[in-house]
Nanobody
Framework: QVRLVESGGGSVQAGGSLRLSCTASGFTFSRINMGWFRQPSGKEREFVAVARWGGGHLHYADSVKGRFTISRDDAKNTVYLQLNRVEPEDTAIYFC????????????????????WGQGTQVTVSS
């Protein structure tokens, strides 16, 4: 049974930092593309970042490039999202997602691409 569990969310002031974690089980993590998405209240879920398997090619949404960093530790079956210089606009529920399919970076930015999702963790940024 595949399971993704996010942690690390919370409240932070603008300009601060936070690190999210997503620990996976039920599949061979080292051969899984791991993505982060977020969903602000009342809005659609949007792509944040992805770390591909087998070389770890990384890709970010323009809105977070230079501020957020995605990384993965295959030995721990965990993907991380480091949030730096956060802004109130970063307030959202953050979800991790997984797919084993070989896909282009553009395709990995779409919510419909992913087979498995975590339950989400809330990040609230105050000004």
């Amino acid at each position: 049974q595949v399971r993704l569990v996010e942690s690390g969310g919370g409240s932070v002031q603008a300009g601060g930092s936070l690190r999210l974690s997503c620990t996976a089980s039920g599949f061979t993590f080292s051969r899984i593309n791991m993505g982060w998405f977020r969903q602000p209240s009342g809005k659609e879920r949007e792509f944040v970042a992805v770390a591909r398997w087998g070389g770890g090619h990384l890709h970010y949404a323009d809105s977070v490039k230079g501020r957020f960093t995605i990384s993965r530790d295959d030995a721990k079956n965990t993907v991380y999202l480091q949030l730096n210089r956060v802004e109130p606009e970063d307030t959202a529920i953050y979800f991790c997602a997984a797919t084993s399919r070989l896909l282009t970076i553009a395709t990995l930015g779409r919510t419909g691409t992913y087979d498995y999702w975590g339950q989400g963790t809330q990040v609230t940024v105050s000004s």
